[in-house]
């Protein structure tokens, strides 16, 4: 049977960053986790708790294909430590990489820095495309109607969200994985993904290239989700 793809998108935004691509992929799932961080910390087992509730729905003869977007890479070994199956193999799109040894920050020294010059009275950031330039922001989007869809579900994550370190129980990557790039910042992860022997493709693009060219981006999770599961 066809592989079932459970399309991750980071807590930073929602899910509707993933429908398009969900609409290219038969049978996938996309489970929402914009209210990850409303219950306080620590904020992963929630996320692990939806994403595992979505990999139940999955017919129980299909490989279940993971597929994190963003820092939802992160999550991908207390997910697959909780999944109430075994998760066939992982596709990570630009996304950044657990850690091989020892918890993953959600967010480095100067991330924080960038973030605590933003963070609000109540502890709580703007809505992540708030945080750039226009400039920067306007070419993630293929439209207006797009752009408004998304932006009016991102949540206004708290401060302590990004510095959480999450979890990384031993044996999380013993299953395919594969790597997407997008966007120049995402390089150095799929570096680290090459350099640990999985095959990466490169879909040139900005962080949300998924909602402008869903075509290219389902074709390719596609071709790596079949070759990890055959």
């Not at 799932?29 to 219950?39: C, K, M």
């Not at 708790?49 to 992160?74: F, M, Q, T, W």
């Not at 594969?178 to 150095?188: D, G, K, T, W």
Request: net charge negative; glycine share 8%.
């Amino acid at each position: 049977m066809d592989a079932v793809f459970v399309l991750v998108h980071s807590p930073s935004v929602g899910p509707s960053t993933w429908t398009a691509v969900a609409d290219r992929l038969p049978g996938s799932l996309v489970p929402s986790l914009t209210g990850v961080a409303d219950a306080g910390p620590p904020f992963w087992p929630a996320a692990a708790e939806l994403v595992g509730a979505a990999i139940a729905e999955a017919p129980a003869d299909a490989p279940v294909v993971l597929v994190p977007h963003s820092n939802a890479g992160l999550f991908l070994p207390a997910i697959v430590a909780g999944a109430p199956r075994p998760v066939a193999a992982v596709v990570f799109v630009d996304a950044s990489l657990p850690a091989r040894d020892g918890p993953s920050p959600v967010a480095d020294a100067d991330g924080l820095a960038f973030l605590r010059e933003r963070v609000g009275g109540d502890g709580r950031l703007p809505p992540w495309t708030h945080w750039f330039d226009e400039a920067d922001v306007a070419p993630m989007f293929a439209d207006a109607a797009t752009r408004e869809l998304i932006e009016d579900e991102q949540p206004r994550l708290p401060l302590a969200y990004y510095e959480q370190r999450l979890p990384t129980p031993a044996g999380w990557d013993r299953r395919p994985c594969a790597y997407v790039q997008f966007s120049e910042p995402y390089a150095a992860d799929a570096a680290d993904a090459a350099a640990r022997g999985w095959p990466v493709e490169v879909v040139p693009g900005a962080h949300l290239h998924q909602v402008v060219d869903p075509d290219a981006v389902a074709a390719a999770i596609g071709r790596l989700g079949a070759r990890l599961v055959a």
